[in-house]
């Protein structure tokens, strides 16, 4: 074989590389745009079907697993080293998590990354090229290393993954020393659909003025620039196709989400957050099924050999059917364990203890935020809900232990405050309990819980001289700075009625007037009828107010700052 023959076959060799490689995009490309199609052409009677089909009922837990749960999940959390704390922790009692999706997880969540301050920091001090280089080593290690598995995606929900506008002159900043970074335009491009959230707003489309949808056009076509202009620069940069999915899942569309999902996948057909948005884009509230939901997870578990969070896609549908966030009190509980028998994502496990929360279960409250600390103990609000959980089933020791140290490393946040008095009240420990409550109510003075919980309090130990009227001066206080909640109202009520004190009709009147029609209030207006029947003046309760099968309404009032 001479020279010329020998190019010839290298050339030849090195087109059919790039046939193949482009044959193995384009194929999965098409798979994801089977799957798009094949979601749309399902019948109307298939989604109402699966829409409406029961969740599988699981069991609740004994006190037994309670407390072995969280013997266990206090045991691990002593330890130093946040992967070994992750791995050393307690599943759910009698779940079947994934050995390798939890690690994988840990790891996920242990791996150190850059802060946002330090990416300012260099960009500020002319050194943006080292960011990107950075940022550059960590695309590397996601595709590489399976310890490493979503690094780069991980970085952005971090650092650049919010609405504020304090971060765009840093973002653009970063675009004008390095014009051809596709991580800073990724990074100004994730932030500008964020920011678009934000001025859209939370409300329904029809209840959203016409002012804030402009605005949020505006920033989304502010982002898909910058997007479009990150995967042109390199089409590896995985975060740029999960902000485009979250852009087309609040305005530009489904042939956009599509056309997103489809170029990503086709860059890492094994990406955790761009299946992730995909599922969340694939809701029936932004238009798609259970069964788009569905099918999402089904694509993902193809890969999960290569990425073993891809496992935790198995957990959004049946979460979503079951509707974690928005949990009545009526609902099945026992139904939690069997949609969480596979590992979920700390978003899921949060809103699930949330949810047990708001409707008086402890335990699954303080199961399911453990889990999420598990994976991210940084999450302030899941810390607290949990303490209070904690001393609802008896472990006000480790509720103090926390508070005690969120009062040391944040001594002006009433969150620590409120949890150590309600901790100390729980134990009968009054002399501790007052000044807590006492100081987060000065912390947070738009918050009624701990004046609420300080009267009922005195309410409690009534044979303590001087309780009483300890008790009425908070329910004045209640009345004077939030006359429009029922709470003061009913502490005054059951002074009135149990010491007793004068004045129990006049309340009850006011009461009944501003309150009594309201069905958010049906258990206090039932607890207020059984008090004026005690005090033999029922003649002030109209007949229509009278609920004596009504529940005591959950109390939605814990603090959440922290």
Known sequence: MDSRQRVRLVIGIAVLLVLCLGWGVWHMGMRFGEFMQQSQMKTAAAIKAANNAPVKNGRTFSHDEIHTFLVAARKAEAIQDSLQRCLAYPDPPDSHWSPAAVKAYCQYHAQP???????????QNGQASELDHRLEEALQAEQTKPESHGLLDYIYFVD???GSFDIRPTLDAWKRASPSSAFAYAASGMAYVDMAAKARGTEYIRDTPQSNIDAMDRLLSEADTDLQRAVALNPKVTPAYVAMIDAGKMSLGDAYISNAGRRGLAAA???????????????PK??????????????AQAHVKENPLLTILLSAEPAYEYDICNCESSAN????????????????????????????????????????LRFNPGKSTARMRRGYALTKLGESAWALDEANQWIKNFPESPWGYSMRGYAYKSVDDYAHAAPDLEKAAALDPGNTWPLIELGNMYVGEAATPGAWDKAWDVANRLIQAHPGDVDGWMLRARIQTYQPRAGLEDTARYFFTHFGSDPDHRG?????RMMLEQSHLSKAAPASFNHPSAAVAPDHRLPISG
Request: proline share 3%.
């Open 524 to 528: 206090a207006t039932a607890q207020m």
């Open 333 to 372: 509980w026992s139904a939690f364990p069997a949609v969480f028998d596979n590992v979920a994502s700390t978003t899921l496990l949060m809103n699930a203890g949330f949810a047990a929360g708001r409707n008086g279960h402890p335990d699954l409250t303080a199961i399911y935020l453990s889990e999420a």
């Open 113 to 123: 990354i850059i802060s946002f301050a330090e990416a300012q920091s260099l960009i």
């Open 286 to 299: 932004w238009g798609g099924s259970l069964v788009a939901m569905k099918h999402v997870a089904d694509m």
């Open 269 to 283: 057909p094994d990406n955790y957050a761009i299946y992730g948005l995909l599922s969340e884009a694939a809701q």
């Open 160 to 162: 650049f993954d919010d």
